[in-house]
């Protein structure tokens, strides 16, 4: 049994205790949820509840009101954090193929007409988003980012991040243990494994922000802006 997972793929008693201790979802959250795991393809992508929270808590406390976030598959990481930020807030959500989105996440997110207006959902990739929004002017102005698409460009998606964040804005990247393979220098072979390590050392050794690796989900990279 592995000590690294996202609390709805793993049976590890601590793990749930922990989940149950620290996870909570509005009523559209939990349908969410459900029809992800129910019906849509390659449910393990779903984002980990626990981390959902986690990261609503932290735009709560310190008031965040603009959010990236990289890789919406149905939207569970949009929907957390539109319901997190205020009304005027807002989510600019990318992914390179938004039909699971349509799918699934728009008929459960558009039952809170307040909560799906703040969502921005750019099709197409993410890097090219990123880079339009820094070409438009709007380094500095996030609060938060959530990274979580595809896993050979984490450093990239970080960087922007970093550049579009505020000072003391916070970068949630997730998978950052990648179910334990990249603690074992052995495993790290395959690309996305050989990426998340990258990243992290990145991370670690970044001038530009504080940060802390934790074991929350599939792992947490968290780094705060300087
Ligand atoms: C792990 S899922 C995102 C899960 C979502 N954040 C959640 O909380 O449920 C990763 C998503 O990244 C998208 N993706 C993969 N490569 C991409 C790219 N180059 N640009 C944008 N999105 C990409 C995939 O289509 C997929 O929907």
Redesign the pocket.
Known sequence: MSNVAKSYKSSDPVIAYCSEHTTIQSPLQAELLKE?LDNAPMSM???APEV?TFGQNFIRSFGGRRVI??????????L?WALAVPDDGEVFT????HT?YKKFGVPIISKCEKTFKKIRAIE????D?LDKLIADGQSGTFDFA?I???KV?YSNYYDRAVTLLRKGGVIFV??SLWNGSVCDPARRTEPSTVAIHQANDKIFKDDRTYSALINLGDGTHIAFKK
């Open positions: 992800t992508m779903l984002g959902l976030d990289v890789g919406t598959y149905t939207g569970a990481s949009a957390a990318f992914d390179i193929d699971n197409g990739s993410a890097l988003g959530f979580d698409a595809d460009n997730d998978n």
